[in-house]
Structure formats: C-alpha cells, structure tokens
C-alpha cells in the first residue's frame, strides 16, 4: 500500500525566501514520486520527477526535490520565492506497473511582497 | 488544440437534470483518469481507462457513469446529481503500461467546476 503526507496544509513565506515544502511516503515497493502545482483555475502541472538514479531531482521554474529513502521524504525547494510561486503544490507517490498513483492533500504556498 | 482538454469550463445544474463532461488528448496517450477535487479533501480518483476499457473504478456513486469511446476521449456523465457533489471534475492521461513506461507521469486538463443547486 502507499500513501502520502503533507506536512502543512499553507505554508507562507516572502518573496526572495527559501521555499520548503515538505512531502513523506510509505511504499510496499520502489516508489515514484512526482511534485504537480495547480494555478487557481487550472488543471495540475508536473514540477519534477523521480523514477531512479540520481536522488536530487531538478524541475521546471528553479524547483528541485530531493528523495531520501531512510528518511521516506521527498522535499520540494526553491532557495528564492517569487510572487508567481503562489499556488498549490501536491506531492504524489506511484509504483511499479501500477496506475494508481497516490495524492497527498496538497499544500498552499502564499509568497509575501 | 494541444495537451488535455476539457469541455465545459464551468456547469451550474440541478438536481434532476441530466449533463455530460467531455475529456479529450493529443498526447498520444493510452490511459484517462477522472478525478474529484473538492475543498480541504485530497485528490480523489474516480474512474481509469486503458486502452478504453475500464481498469478502476473507485466506489464510485452510479449517478456518474464514465465513457471511452477511444483512448483520445473520455466522458463523465452525469444524473440526479447531489449538492455534495459540487467540485472540480479533473481529466487526466499518461502512457499506457504495454509502452514499457511503469511509472505514470500524468497530464491534467484544466478541469470542470460543477456546481449542483
């Protein structure tokens, strides 16, 4: 079975911060993880991936996550926040042969001017 | 058109009535998904296609019916609806398994927001 945890529902920072937003899995097998975005009114957007081999995984708009199995996390960062960042982001765990991939609940990142 | 798309954008109907959603992708793809995002509640999938025949369907109400004509189009619909069933109404696709691809990277479209009065 698989699930996924998101640590904080909002997570508020200012434009020019890091931005963390934290993401935990449980996987019976060698998990694939995914970060989406969703804009107000739109569908969701693949940030990045992890499938295997190297376990800092850089995405799209200066994002990265690292996958760190002893600790079954899979943390998204950004070392410098903009306003356009604002947004929901979900973190999602999948495995192999299967078509059911996992969704946590998201978390909403306000950026502050 | 390109990516996922979604017809209508937005759907207001009541509870007797009877509406379709409509799904469609130039992605090439073999594999569709429904799903439910309701407020505060996480990513709910609904229904799976694959290679237009059903491979999931998640406990969900028979007042939502789903359609795959072809892996390119995707239907949902819709009867006696309840107002609890006001959400956004997510498409979604990704390469099919047979493609040797065995994780799913999907694809969503904009999505519908329905709202039932």
């Known amino acids: 079975a698989q699930s996924v945890t998101q640590l904080g529902s909002h997570v508020s920072v200012s434009e020019g911060a890091l931005v963390l937003l934290r993401c935990n899995y449980s996987s019976s097998v060698p998990p694939y993880l995914f970060w989406y975005v969703q804009y107000p009114n739109q569908g969701l957007q693949l940030l990045l991936k992890y499938t295997t081999g190297a376990t800092l995984v850089k995405g799209i708009n200066g994002f990265e996550a690292e996958f760190k199995k002893s600790e079954t996390s899979f943390h998204l960062t950004k070392p410098s926040a903009h306003m356009s960042d604002a947004a929901e982001y979900f973190c999602?765990?999948?495995?192999?042969?299967?078509?059911?991939?996992?969704f946590g609940a998201g978390t909403r990142l306000f950026v502050k001017a | 058109e390109t990516g996922v798309t979604q017809t209508p954008r937005h759907l207001v109907m009541g509870m007797t009535n009877k509406k379709s959603l409509k799904c469609e992708q130039h992605?090439?793809?073999?594999?569709m998904y429904w799903y439910k995002q309701s407020a505060k509640k996480p990513l709910e999938l609904m229904f799976v296609y694959n290679f237009k025949e059903q491979t999931e369907n998640n406990s969900v109400p028979s007042r939502f019916s789903p359609e795959c004509p072809n892996s390119s189009h995707l239907f949902l619909h819709l009867h006696t609806l309840q107002p609890e069933d006001s959400a956004l109404y997510l498409c979604a696709s990704s390469q099919d398994f047979l493609a040797g691809f065995t994780y799913n990277e999907q694809f969503f479209g904009p999505g519908t927001r329905l709202t039932v009065l």
């Open positions: 992605l090439g793809h073999n594999a």
């Open positions: 999602a765990v999948s495995g192999t042969g299967g078509f059911k991939t996992i």
